[in-house]
């Protein structure tokens, strides 16, 4: 069946340096890839999502390619703030269905 | 434009009692999903429905667990005969498709039981 792969449960960042979260899937089809973000006790919330001609989304200062050959959708961002403390979870999903399939989160915790 | 609302924001349940979750989505989406969140783990998707026809229910436990939206709109979730392993927020997710849509989430009702 279809996978996701957060390696990090936790990543802990001082403020200002560069952030990689890693994600990898595995697929039967060839998926959407999404991230989302999920602070305390709030609902998780789309940060971005894959296109299908290649083109980088970029949102809040993250970004995420997606590579097929390694079949990876890394979430990055040049400079941790405070405020981008929080639960990300790597998700994919194929183009007819609406199941989601979600990794086990990464905590990111970004420090003064 | 409201979010996705879900109601109660909280459950704590004696193993055998029975509970129901309801849900309302944005207006205009078709599509309705409700996930279980265990603690420390990432959604995983229970049922979803396009209007109010069942897509894929094949992760419910359907000896307890049970899943409606009669009209298209508001769905409830209904747990038979809770047992401890049940214990986990429940998402509710609404979309105006499938695929690569994104999926809009409500705040969850977190399920405690004892």
């Known amino acids: 069946g279809d996978s996701v792969t957060q390696t990090e449960g936790l990543v802990t960042l001082t403020e200002g340096l560069p952030v990689m979260l890693n994600c990898t899937y595995q697929?039967?089809?060839?998926?959407?890839l999404f991230w989302y973000v999920q602070h305390l006790n709030e609902a998780p919330k789309l940060l971005l999502k894959s296109f299908t001609d290649n083109k980088r989304p970029e949102h809040q200062g993250f970004h995420a390619t997606l590579h097929k050959s390694s079949s990876s959708f890394h979430l990055q961002k040049s400079s941790a703030q405070l405020s981008d403390s929080a639960l990300y979870y790597c998700a994919s999903t194929g183009a007819n269905t609406g199941k989601l399939t979600f990794g086990h989160g990464t905590i990111l915790r970004v420090h003064p | 434009e409201a979010g996705v609302t879900q109601s109660p924001r909280y459950a704590v349940l004696q193993e055998g009692q029975a509970v129901s979750f309801w849900c309302d989505p944005i207006?205009?989406?078709?599509?309705l999903y409700w996930y279980q969140q265990p603690r420390d783990q990432g959604p995983q998707l229970l049922v979803y429905f396009r209007d109010e026809a069942v897509i894929d229910n094949s992760q419910l436990p359907s000896d307890r667990f049970s899943a409606v939206r009669p009209k298209g709109t508001n769905s409830t979730l209904k747990i038979q005969s809770a047992k401890q392993g049940d214990t986990a927020t429940y998402l509710c997710a609404s979309s105006t498709g499938t695929g690569g849509y994104e999926q809009y989430f409500g705040p969850g009702t977190r399920l405690t039981v004892l």
């Open positions: 697929s039967t089809y060839s998926p959407f």
């Open positions: 207006s205009g989406h078709d599509t």
